[in-house]
């Protein structure tokens, strides 16, 4: 995998997909929030939404692989993504952290449970 100048990143380009807005309005996303795509683009969608959809379209895709495949920096994708949600066009799952220690089961249940697996 080739590392991406970012430096050679036209600017120009950049300001146009994003519209000038450094958007924070609309879902939390992270880099591994999972994005999920309602459908095929309709004519005249943007080529940057249009490549979120076609990629999501079958398969949540992580923020982190949309900015990847898309060859854009991660705040681009973010404000396309915020776009796209805001028009229910793309479901944003947010990533699930683990429950609190006191919920988890305790050691010494789960080396039981092994122990029965490995008598089967």
Same mark, same amino acid.
């Given at each position: 995998?080739n ?15 994003? +519209? +000038? ?16 795509g309602? +459908? ?6 943007p ?20 900015s ?14 915020r776009?796209?949600?805001?028009? +229910?066009?793309?479901?944003?799952r ?21 122990v ?5």
């Open positions: 995998m590392p991406r100048d970012v430096g050679r990143e036209d600017p120009d380009r950049l300001f146009i997909v994003t +519209g +000038g807005r450094a958007d924070t309005d609309g879902p939390v996303l992270d880099l591994v929030s999972l994005i999920v309602g +459908g095929a683009a309709p004519p005249g969608t080529s940057e939404q249009a490549g979120v959809l076609a990629r999501c379209r079958d398969f949540p895709v992580s923020v982190a692989e949309l990847a495949h898309l060859d854009l920096p991660v705040s681009v994708v973010k404000i396309v993504l776009d796209l949600a805001r028009e +229910g066009r793309v479901t944003v947010p990533p699930v952290s683990a429950p609190p220690r006191d919920q988890l089961p305790d050691l010494e249940t789960l080396r039981q449970v092994l029965g697996l490995h008598d089967l």
